[in-house]
Nanobody, 119 residues
């Protein structure tokens, strides 16, 4: 199993910044990709950003140019730097990891961290 622990959420004013972190732990696993998703009340969970172990990144259209995902492979940790935050960014942010245990692929989720942007 892989455990994902997110941190860094909180309350921020519009235009502000926050940095989220997600650390993966466990035994005998190899990360393939890590990603951040978010879900606001009454809305579907959506992809925010994804990063591979070779540092290839992709972003949801609504955050392009404002959010930056980065990773530390040695620490199995992924970060999400969020800037120019808007009230529409208010959501619970979830970390996701696609990982190999042996030769079987698994998808793991963290518990999430709340981000609230006030206007």
């Amino acid at each position: 199993q892989v455990q994902l622990v997110e941190s860094g959420g909180g309350l921020v004013q519009a235009g502000g910044s926050l940095r989220l972190s997600c650390a993966a732990s466990g035994s005998r696993f190899r990360i393939n990709t890590m990603a951040w998703y978010r879900q606001a009340p009454g809305k579907q969970r959506e992809l925010v950003a994804r990063i591979t172990t070779s540092d290839s990144t992709s972003y949801g259209d609504s955050v392009k140019g404002r959010f930056t995902i980065s990773g530390d492979n040695a620490k199995n940790t992924v970060y999400l730097q969020m800037s120019s935050l808007k009230p529409d960014d208010t959501a619970r942010y979830y970390c996701n990891a696609n990982a190999w245990i042996g030769n079987v692929g698994y998808l793991f989720w963290g518990q999430g961290t709340q981000v609230t942007v006030s206007s």
